[in-house]
C-alpha cells in the first residue's frame, strides 16, 4: 500500500482532530508526547496540554519546529500551536515530572555547562 493510499484510509476513517492527535506523538517525539497531547483542533490551530508550567514555557519556545513537524506527520496544515497546562497531569500531585528537553546545541557550538550556585553561608 503506497503513502497516499494510507492517508487517503486514515481520512476516511478519523476526523482532522484525531489525525493531528495521533501524529503529535511523532511528530514532538516520544520524551515530549510523554508529557503533552493534543486536546483539540480549532481550525488550524493544535491546542496542547502539558504536564506542568516548566514543559509549557520549554514547549512554547519550540513551537515553530513542533509546528512544522505537526504539519508535516499529520498533513494537516497548522498555523500555530498554543499550550496550556491542565489538570490531567496534576491528578498526582505527588508526581514530580521530569525536566524539559534541552535543545540540542547547533554544530559548531559547544553544550554549556551547568553552574554550581554557592549559598551565602552566613
Do not use: Y
Not at 491546542?47 to 498533513?75: C, F, H, N, Y
Request: hydrophobic residues 40%; glycine residues 4%; proline residues 10%.
Amino acid at each position: 500500500m503506497e503513502l497516499q493510499e494510507i492517508e487517503a484510509v486514515l481520512r476516511r476513517a478519523c476526523d482532522t482532530e484525531q489525525i493531528v492527535s495521533v501524529a503529535w506523538p511523532v511528530a514532538a517525539g516520544p520524551a515530549i508526547a510523554e508529557r503533552s497531547s493534543v486536546i483539540a483542533l480549532n481550525g488550524t490551530v493544535a491546542i496542547v496540554e502539558v504536564a506542568d508550567v516548566a514543559w509549557l514555557k520549554q514547549l512554547r519556545s519550540m513551537t515553530p519546529r513542533l509546528r512544522t513537524e505537526l504539519g508535516r506527520v499529520s498533513t494537516v496544515p497548522i498555523t500555530d500551536i498554543l499550550f496550556e497546562t491542565h489538570r490531567t497531569f496534576a491528578a498526582d500531585p505527588g508526581q514530580v515530572p521530569p525536566s524539559p528537553p534541552q535543545e540540542r546545541p547547533s554544530s559548531g557550538t559547544r553544550p554549556l555547562k551547568p553552574r554550581m550556585v554557592q549559598k551565602d553561608r552566613r
